[in-house]
């Protein structure tokens, strides 16, 4: 028998080779840096001191075990009420009890689009007092900062004085590139809690989880359109009995979607921090809103949020963002 001629033998050969499979797309490296605001509680005006320190044990242990680093930030008015400071700053300090980090929100959440450079300048550094002494007995610093409403100046020029103001008190802004409005589902919850209407918490629950899933999603898509990836995000959450309650199965969420938990330092270390930032504007957005309309361009299709939430809360005239001295969220 003659052999195969070699183009034969050839051909042969490929024909025994199996087809190579199509190589899966690589899933993005997801990292997110969670932070909490309105220290030592959103609703503290309606919470014991008693309360408070409840809350604030059942969401640190819940972050301590699952191991996920969090700064949180602290509004320090709260913490002066008659008869129970000693109870509140006790409170304030399991955060670095419990190994986290604190940050300065103001003393009193007040709004730089609203309050003015100087006022605003004055609220910072008065916001800074008892958090700094807290800080100072676990041989740490004060170092972050986030905006109120994060509102970062209705121009330029005073934007960029707060921001030569912050880096001269040695601060670093916190910013917001996650947000799924949970201080919303927050205060209908804690009316829901009270009140013992356990279908109503379960429906709140159920909305705040799915809300939050569709905003990651879009901001995940958002980042690829503005920035051609995805960067460390940081995710904003506040202080209150829905995430004691609940911030185990939203940080299942993150998981699900394939995020691993970082530090607030270790994500302002990407690149997108130091991105051109010109945005200026009567209501404070997130960042990548920010990064979006300083390229001349307009973010759309938002996950639209939840309207009966909205109504429920406006019925029973909970906080909807504009807030009151006496009530600061």
């Not at 605003?120 to 972050?144: C, F, N, P």
């Not at 330029?156 to 802004?173: C, H, N, P, S």
Request: net charge negative.
């Amino acid at each position: 028998m003659k052999s195969l001629s070699p183009l034969l033998a050839v051909v042969c050969a490929l024909w025994l080779i199996p087809p190579a499979r199509a190589q899966a797309p690589k899933s993005p490296d997801r990292q997110v840096a969670v932070t909490i605001d309105d220290l030592p509680a959103g609703t503290a005006d309606r919470m014991s001191a008693a309360e408070i320190t409840a809350m604030t044990a059942k969401l640190l242990g819940t972050l301590r075990d699952q191991k996920i680093p969090v700064v949180g930030f602290v509004n320090e008015r709260k913490l002066y009420r008659l008869g129970e400071v000693d109870e509140l700053i006790k409170a304030l300090g399991l955060w670095l009890d419990y190994g986290f980090e604190l940050g300065n929100h103001t003393f009193s959440h007040t709004s730089l689009n609203q309050a003015g450079l100087k006022a605003w300048e004055d609220d910072v550094i008065q916001g800074e007092s008892v958090t700094r002494i807290l800080l100072a007995q676990h041989k740490m610093k004060l170092r972050y900062f986030r905006h109120p409403f994060l509102d970062t100046g209705r121009d330029l020029m005073t934007r960029r004085q707060a921001e030569a103001f912050l880096v001269d008190r040695g601060y670093r802004i916190a910013p917001v590139t996650l947000d799924g409005w949970d201080w919303m589902f927050a205060g209908l919850y804690e009316d829901a809690k009270k009140r013992n209407d356990t279908a109503l918490q379960q429906q709140i629950v159920k909305e705040y989880l799915s809300y939050h899933d569709t905003v990651f999603a879009y901001a995940e898509q958002l980042s690829v359109k503005l920035l051609g990836y995805e960067p460390k995000q940081i995710l904003l959450l506040h202080a209150s009995n829905l995430e004691a309650d609940h911030i185990g199965e939203l940080m299942d969420v993150l998981r699900k979607r394939g995020y691993r938990f970082v530090t607030l330092e270790d994500a302002l270390g990407d690149a997108a921090y130091s991105l051109p930032d010109t945005y200026v504007g009567e209501e404070g957005t997130g960042w990548l809103d920010h990064w979006a309309i300083s390229q001349g361009k307009i973010p759309q299709g938002a996950p639209k949020f939840p309207e009966w939430v909205m109504e429920r809360t406006k019925q029973l005239h909970l906080s909807t963002g504009q807030v009151s001295a006496e009530q600061q969220q």
